[in-house]
């Protein structure tokens, strides 16, 4: 556990996060919740405990930063898209207290960890949802003012199924990506022409030696969302 604790700390120097003792105590509870519930869920497939804080915590940790600076450290809510074991959305949950983050999934056993999580976590501001993105909608509710994804589909289907959960009033989409994604933002133009980029932010994960990025996008103007 102290290799762990000495490379997330390390990671955490580098992306400039000043997180508490507890928050860090979080993440390493997070990620041996995530290592306990693997064995029989499979909710991901990297195992051994380093790589696992370098691809999952300090993959979801570098997109802290540009999310502060886009919603201006707002109390808002976060809709995290095939989610899975909850990245990025545990971690956002995690590091930022102020954010009401729901995690969609339409496995059952993987919105079940979401709830365990939240409940073993002690996180009032984190639920999981069984359902399909498709079926939430902005219209019954406030809807959510970020809709995220990491590793979730193309651009273009990202945004056309989490379409009617997002805010009309400001909400922005963050999909988190590899290398810049060219042909998907080419096939966004003509599959989802609502759809307005407007910044694509490269990333610096630690320890990573992988190209990583963040794709905004918000509904055009005039759109309906």
């Known amino acids: 556990m102290s290799d762990l604790r000495t490379t997330l700390q390390a990671g955490l120097q580098q992306l400039k996060l000043d997180l508490d003792a507890r928050q860090v105590d979080l993440l390493l509870a997070y ?3 995530l290592q306990k519930w693997n064995n029989v869920y499979n909710l991901t497939a990297v195992r051994d405990p380093v790589e696992m804080v370098t691809h999952h915590l ?3 940790l570098a997109a802290i930063g540009p999310l502060h600076l886009q919603t201006e450290g707002r109390a808002l809510h976060l809709l995290d898209v095939g989610s ?20 969609v999934d339409t496995v059952a056993k993987k919105a079940a960890f979401i709830q365990q999580a939240a409940a073993t976590l ?17 219209l019954s509710g406030q809807g959510y003012d ?3 994804s990491r590793a979730f589909a193309s651009l273009a ?8 959960a997002l805010n009309p009033d400001g909400g922005v989409w963050m999909a988190m990506k590899g290398k810049y994604p060219t042909d998907e933002l080419a096939v966004l133009k003509t599959d989802a022409p609502a759809v307005d980029v ?12 992988a190209e990583r990025c963040i794709v905004w996008m918000r509904p055009a103007a005039g759109a309906v969302a």
């Not at 996180?123 to 498709?134: D, K, M, P, Q």
């Open 157 to 164: 289907d990202f945004v056309n199924w989490s379409r009617s």
């Open 84 to 103: 899975g074991g909850g990245l990025p959305g545990v971690v956002i949950a995690i590091v930022c207290p102020q954010i009401q983050v729901s995690c």
């Open 122 to 138: 002690q996180l009032s501001n984190l639920r999981g949802i069984h359902a399909r993105v498709e079926t939430l909608n902005a």
């Open 58 to 60: 300090l993959d979801s």
């Open 31 to 33: 990620l041996g919740l």
């Open 198 to 209: 407007f910044h694509v932010e490269q990333l610096q994960v630690p320890g990573l030696d």
């Open 146 to 148: 970020v809709i995220c």
